[in-house]
């Protein structure tokens, strides 16, 4: 069966520190993987997605960055945290228009 | 791109009720996807559907393509239903570029 995990589930950091957010796929293979934000009392929001291995598209401009290093693993990263990158962040894969899946969600708190 | 409109944004009601949520949006697509958020933050899929109507025991889902317009229906609401529920469609196209999401439906059933 298809599953979706990532990690942390909560962390809390500091202003300026660095950021990683880990997403890895089971069950499936090349499946679509995508970042989402939801930010307090907001709707989610695409932050970047992947196609492929190496194959990364960022729809919102900002101090985040993503990485496909294979092909069910998706990583979300920041160098350096802004108060504003505060939120639920969310990976998921569907593949074309079939079923979608949510990793458990982290919730990133910047101090 | 495509965009959602949600309603209602909040809804309470007493146990029993039959509750019926609303989702418009604004380009033609090839599925449209239901979703229930907890407050702990995870998100479930309920429901894909393209077309017509779909049923998983109290939750009924129908779709109209022509009229770019989904409802979701809960049959005598339990407290356990409270929860945000979201409508999600694709970006563009067949959605590999991922989903555009309304800002969900806040439920709170009441015993």
């Known amino acids: 069966s298809q599953t979706i995990h990532q990690w942390p589930a909560t962390l809390v950091q500091p202003v300026g520190s660095p950021l990683s957010l880990e997403c890895t796929v089971e069950g499936t293979s090349n499946p679509n993987l995508y970042w989402y934000r939801q930010a307090a009392g907001r709707g989610l929001q695409l932050l970047f997605y992947s196609v492929g291995i190496g194959q990364i598209s960022s729809e919102v401009p900002q101090n985040l960055s993503a990485s496909r290093p294979q092909d069910r693993q998706f990583i979300l990263s920041s160098k350096k945290l802004l108060l504003s990158d505060s939120g639920f962040y969310l990976c998921a894969f569907h593949q074309g228009a079939g079923e979608l899946f949510f990793g458990e969600g982290s919730r990133l708190t910047v101090l | 791109k495509n965009e959602v409109e949600q309603s209602p944004q909040n809804l309470t009601a007493q146990e029993g009720e039959f509750i019926t949520i609303n989702c418009s949006y604004s380009v033609g697509i090839s599925a449209l996807h239901w979703l229930q958020q907890h407050p702990g933050g995870g998100i479930v899929s309920l429901f894909m559907l393209s077309s017509g109507k779909k049923k998983h025991g109290r939750l009924i889902a129908t779709i109209n393509i022509q009229e770019k317009h989904s409802s979701l229906h809960i049959t005598a609401s339990h407290p356990r239903d409270s929860a945000v529920y979201i409508c999600?469609?694709?970006?563009?196209?067949?959605?590999?570029?991922?989903?555009?999401f309304g800002k969900g439906t806040h439920l709170i059933i009441q015993p």
């Open positions: 999600a469609v694709p970006r563009s196209g067949g959605g590999a570029d991922g989903l555009t």
